[in-house]
C-alpha cells in the first residue's frame, strides 16, 4: 500500500522529491503519514479536500482486498506559526 500511496501522491506535486510516507501502527491500523512541500500541500489536499478524499478512498479500497486497515494523515511540516526554511518572517524584509 505505500508504494501505491508513494505513485499516486508524487504523481500529483510538483516536487516529487520532497514526498515521504511513514507508515505508523495504531490499534491495529496502519496509517501512513505523508509529508510534502509546504508548496505542494494544496495540490495533494485540493479544493474542499476533494483529492484527499478521492486518495482515502483508494487506499481504503485497496487496503479492504487485502484485509488490511490503513489510513491516511496529511502531516504538516511546518505547523502555523513556525517559519518554514528559507522564508522570512512575517514583517520582516
Do not use: W
Amino acid at each position: 500500500m505505500q508504494a501505491f500511496l508513494e505513485y499516486v501522491v508524487k504523481g500529483l506535486v510538483a516536487n516529487p522529491d520532497a514526498v515521504t510516507i511513514t507508515p505508523v501502527e495504531r490499534n491495529g491500523m496502519t496509517i501512513f503519514e505523508v509529508r510534502v512541500s509546504p508548496d505542494d500541500m494544496g495540490r495533494i489536499i485540493g479544493k474542499q479536500g476533494v483529492t484527499i478524499n478521492a486518495i482515502r478512498s483508494l487506499l481504503q479500497a485497496g487496503s479492504a482486498r487485502k484485509g488490511l486497515r490503513c489510513a491516511l494523515e496529511v502531516v504538516d511540516s511546518h505547523p502555523p506559526g513556525s517559519a518554514a526554511p528559507g522564508s522570512t518572517p512575517a514583517g520582516g524584509s
